[in-house]
């Protein structure tokens, strides 16, 4: 028998089983705040699509893909940031701990280069 894979966190998040500060949402995707921010604003981009990081994603998630940056920065005009910092982890190393691809939106103070 086929293994089912475990659902993240976040899919349950967008089904409404567990709570999340849901800030926006549309077909595409949802924009919650993070539960741990590590700035003044940190908000996390969510396809309702699991993809479970960035080198999963298929040739056909290039629209997608386009449409949470699209989401990123229509976030940041409506909340007037006037500076932001997308992140995305893509494997244990580079940090990612949710197995279900989303983009972080980083605002409200300096940022440091290079990231840590
Ligand atoms: P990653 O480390 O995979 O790039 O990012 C996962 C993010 O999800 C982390 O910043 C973490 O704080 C956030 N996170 C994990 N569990 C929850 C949760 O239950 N609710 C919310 N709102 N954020 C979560």
Redesign the pocket.
């Known amino acids: 028998m086929a293994s089912v894979e475990e659902r993240t966190?976040f899919e349950k998040?967008i089904s409404r089983e567990?709570p999340?500060?849901i800030i926006f949402e549309n077909d595409i995707a949802v924009i919650?705040?993070?539960?741990?921010p590590?700035a003044p604003v940190h908000v996390?981009i969510i396809p309702r699509k699991r993809i479970n990081r960035i080198e999963a994603a298929q040739d056909g998630d290039a629209e997608l893909l386009g449409k949470l940056l699209i989401m990123a920065r229509d976030f940041a005009k409506s909340n007037d940031l006037m500076g932001f910092r997308l992140?995305v982890?893509n494997g244990q190393q580079a940090?990612?701990?949710?197995p279900h691809l989303?983009i972080?939106l980083l605002s409200g103070r300096p940022m440091a280069w290079p990231p840590g």
């Open positions: 966190i998040i567990i999340a500060d919650i705040r993070d539960i741990n590590q996390l992140v982890n940090g990612e701990t949710v989303h972080h």
